[in-house]
């Protein structure tokens, strides 16, 4: 599947973002996704990740409770809310997926990726 990432920006503290992956390829409902982060300087980090249904969802715990990641397999595509941004989310946000994946944090896990959105929080 090839993924391509969206919906980045510059937001104040405090404020709302949408990204959204889109999908190409078959087999979509069979893979399980995800979204990391890049910050300068940093390594690659989890953020949340989706079961193949969209029935099981896992956050890295910094952003428990502000971020929602979903699915539309219908339509192929994964979505991340964030809200209540901080100036500490801003990074390269990378959607990634992996076929038949099961609860997957590392970014070695996955092996088709999308090219970054970048989100910057002003405070």
């Known amino acids: 599947v090839q993924l391509q990432a969206s919906g980045g920006g510059l937001v104040q503290a405090g404020g709302s973002l949408r990204l959204s992956c889109a999908a190409s390829?078959?087999?979509?409902?069979?893979?399980?996704m995800g979204w990391f982060r890049q910050a300068p300087g940093k390594e690659r980090e989890f953020v949340a990740g989706i079961s193949w249904s969209g029935q099981s969802t896992y956050y890295a715990d910094s952003v428990k409770g502000r971020f929602t990641i979903s699915r539309g397999n219908a339509k192929n595509m994964v979505y991340l809310q964030m809200n209540s941004l901080k100036p500490e989310d801003t990074a390269i946000y990378y959607c990634a997926g992996e076929m038949y994946g099961r609860r997957l944090y590392y970014p070695a896990d996955f092996n088709s990726w999308g090219r970054g959105t970048q989100v910057t929080v002003s405070s």
């Open positions: 390829g078959q087999f979509f409902s069979s893979y399980y």
